[in-house]
């Protein structure tokens, strides 16, 4: 079965800092990663999906990558800001009879202090 | 563009009694999911639809049961609510492709307490 970690769950940058923030999967036979955003008490946001032949997606200040081989993705945020806190969600969806399903990691709790 | 909608927000249920979550989306996806996320853990899938009248089930359906009547709108129900079932309850939609690699979209959530 399916696991997704990530490391660490929570993290905490100054303003203005680039930081990276990763997610391992056991099992490299997937159709894609997600990277959600979750803000405390509300629902969970797209940021980028990487298809499996992909290696790296980019949106804005955001650029994930995927080495499916290895088994890890990393979210790279540049020139954090205050309104990047939140909590950042990966999630795998495998290839085979669980293709229906999205397996999540818990989530790295990120804060960018002022 | 509304995306998926969930309604309620919050709920207070005893146990025993039960309930419909309700979600709806204007995207037109086939493919629906109830999810559940709790404290410290990953969110896990309850139940899926890949279309109109066809329901399968998750990694954690025990408690619940679905229905899928139209394209838009995938109704979680609680029978005989559990304290176990305290938890926030995600509803996703997406299109299917064919080779799998689909986007997901979820709703704000529905926070339900079970005392």
């Known amino acids: 079965k399916q696991e997704v970690t990530q490391i660490p769950a929570a993290l905490s940058v100054p303003e203005g800092e680039n930081l990276v923030l990763n997610c391992s999967f056991t099992d490299s036979a997937i159709y894609n990663l997600q990277w959600f955003r979750q803000d405390p008490g509300k629902g969970l946001t797209s940021l980028l999906l990487?298809?499996?032949?992909?290696r790296e997606q980019t949106s804005g200040r955001l650029n994930a990558s995927l080495d499916k081989s290895s088994g890890r993705s990393t979210l790279y945020i540049a020139a954090s800001q205050p309104g990047d806190s939140a909590t950042y969600l990966c999630a795998v969806r495998p290839r085979d009879t669980g293709a229906n399903n999205l397996f999540f990691g818990t989530g790295t709790r990120l804060t960018v202090i002022p | 563009n509304a995306g998926v909608t969930q309604t309620p927000k919050f709920r207070i249920l005893k146990i025993g009694q039960s309930m419909t979550l309700q979600c709806t989306q204007d995207m037109n996806h086939n493919y629906m999911y109830w999810y559940r996320q709790d404290p410290g853990m990953g969110l896990k899938l309850i139940y899926y639809?890949?279309?109109?009248?066809?329901?399968d089930k998750g990694e954690v359906p025990n408690g619940y049961n679905v229905s899928r009547s139209t394209t838009e709108d995938f109704p979680l129900r609680l029978e005989l609510a559990a304290p176990s079932q305290t938890s926030v309850y995600f509803c996703a939609s997406s299109r299917f492709m064919g080779t799998g690699n689909t986007e997901a979209f979820f709703g704000q959530g529905t926070r339900l307490t079970v005392v």
């Open positions: 990487i298809q499996s032949s992909q």
């Open positions: 639809s890949v279309g109109a009248g066809i329901t």
